[in-house]
């Protein structure tokens, strides 16, 4: 296990512009990747999967946005070998266009009443397509902030993509929200789903003109040119000498990731179908919260710098226990203002457990097999966690009709990462400060 390599301070002009890169095109990806989770609840379900029951469909959906997670190591693994053996910039500017091709695929696809079964098989081919994108563009966004972050910064400026996982979640939303609250009945299910996909080629265009411009750290230029003895093949490398760690990181995101992905995705059908809201109230309510969501993640990335990356992960994590066992409850009462409440602290506290991630992982491998063993421990915790959520949550709910059932998932999961973080072991130094301060607790 290996600190993140000293390099010489990056200039301020380099990093902001490293970070600006991967937040942009991080917002982008995760759009395309989020707009798919709010159709899948929302009308997937009767457009590609009819003739059978409600919770059936859905559940068909959201085995469709499954795939995803399933296709996202695939596309950790390859990009992250070529990552670390050509560089972060080709394989980011990969993902982005794999990314863009396959969303804009979907909003062009016709359903089932149109092509048969040709229509689900081929909505599952995209969504692996998908899922091969975002899996290569977490472990390079994150590597082209870090990398490029000036001394005692990194956790901060690693923030930068993490912060681009919830603004692509809040672009998803409001785009979203007009087309449910103002489109005449059936359009939104006849036509308007669409729309956010096709508008996908013009944020993908915005994204890759931004990301053609970043320039690889001179630490990785460094490892790369360096003589090695190592295997040719980083995962191998990792798989290896480093597995325990992967497994361990994958560990600690696996709650992050999945109560994520039902407090984003499931909870729209929740509120919907058993609380009696609207689409639109769902919709508003995930939309306010993100701007927390959001703060979590810079606060925390924030006080990893000062404090250490395990500290503010553990204390996190613990609290992420508290909320995940409040979260339904609250949700319960249906009333509006308890409701924001349980989405904004959930929001909060999944981003105080996600700031710090990024340079964590980064700091956890060396730079010559970094992008594959930080993609790799990324992916791992997402197909456990983000890739399962929704549908053990719908099976649960069906199986239980109440939902203590979920909560008692969110809070297994919750302590599973944090019986994760607290058996990893951080190395010394394991993060820098302006002050060069040494990691607690490793």
Same mark, same amino acid.
């Given at each position: 296990?290996?600190?993140?390599? +000293?390099? %010489?301070? /990056?200039?301020?002009?380099?990093? &902001? ?6 937040? #942009?095109?991080?917002?982008? *990806?995760?759009?395309?990747? !989020? ?33 995803? !997670? ?14 670390? &053996? ?30 048969? #079964? ?40 690693? @923030? ?13 939303? =409001? ?18 789903? $669409? ?11 915005? @994204? ?11 630490? !990785? ?15 191998? *490398? ?29 909870? =729209? ?30 606060? +925390? ?8 990356? $395990? ?29 924001? #409440? ?21 700091? =956890?491998? %060396?730079?010559?097999? $970094? ?10 915790? @997402? ?9 053990? /949550? ?24 944090? #019986?994760?973080?607290?058996?990893? &072991? ?15 607790? @490793?």
């Amino acid at each position: 296990m290996t600190v993140l390599d +000293a390099t %010489p301070q /990056a200039s301020a002009v380099a990093a &902001r512009k490293a970070a600006l890169g991967s937040f #942009v095109g991080t917002a982008i *990806e995760w759009y395309d990747f !989020f707009i798919y989770g709010t159709a899948a609840a929302l009308v997937l379900g009767p457009q590609f999967f009819p003739g059978t029951s409600e919770v059936a469909g859905t559940l068909a959906a959201f085995a469709t946005l499954a795939v995803g !997670f399933i296709a996202r190591p695939i596309g950790g693994m390859v990009m992250g070998h070529f990552g670390d &053996r050509v560089g972060r910039k080709s394989m980011l500017v990969t993902s982005l266009l794999l990314m863009g091709f396959a969303t804009v695929a979907i909003g062009l696809l016709p359903n089932y009443a149109s092509i048969g #079964v040709a229509a689900p098989i081929l909505l599952v081919a995209l969504r692996f397509v998908q899922g091969l994108g975002v899996g290569g563009e977490w472990g390079g966004a994150v590597l082209v902030a870090t990398e490029n972050a000036p001394a005692g910064k990194r956790g901060l400026y690693g @923030a930068a993509p993490q912060i681009g996982v919830p603004a692509g979640v809040l672009i998803a939303n =409001l785009v979203y929200l007009p087309l449910t609250a103002f489109l005449p009945d059936g359009a939104f299910e006849a036509w308007g789903w $669409r729309v956010p996909f096709l508008a996908s080629a013009v944020l993908v265009f915005v @994204a890759m003109w931004i990301r053609l411009g970043l320039e690889e750290s001179a630490e !990785f230029r460094a490892a790369k040119d360096a003589p090695t003895t190592e295997h040719k093949l980083p995962i191998i *490398e990792v798989l290896t000498q480093h597995w325990k760690t992967v497994l361990l990181a994958g560990g600690t995101f696996i709650a992050t990731n999945g109560i994520a992905y039902a407090y984003m995705v499931y909870v =729209l059908k929740y509120g919907e179908k058993t609380l009696g809201f609207s689409n639109t109230t769902m919709l508003m309510l995930l939309i306010g919260s993100c701007p927390f969501w959001m703060a979590g993640m810079a606060y +925390a990335a924030w006080r990893s710098d000062l404090v250490g990356r $395990r500290t503010v992960y553990i204390r996190s994590s613990s609290a992420l226990v508290v909320a995940a066992a409040l979260f339904f409850p609250l949700m319960d009462t249906a009333v509006l203002p308890v409701m924001f #409440v349980a989405m904004l602290g959930l929001g909060f506290t999944l981003g105080c457990c996600a700031g710090p991630q990024s340079a964590l992982f980064a700091e =956890l491998f %060396p730079a010559q097999i $970094r992008y594959s063993g930080a993609s790799l421990g990324y992916q791992i915790g @997402a197909i456990l966690g983000g890739g399962l959520a929704p549908m053990i /949550a719908t099976s649960l709910f069906a199986a239980t009709g109440t939902s203590l059932s979920i909560t008692g998932y969110f809070v297994l999961i919750a302590l599973i990462s944090l #019986v994760s973080i607290l058996l990893l &072991r951080v190395p010394s130094a394991g993060h820098t400060t302006v002050h060069n301060s040494v990691e607690e607790g @490793a």
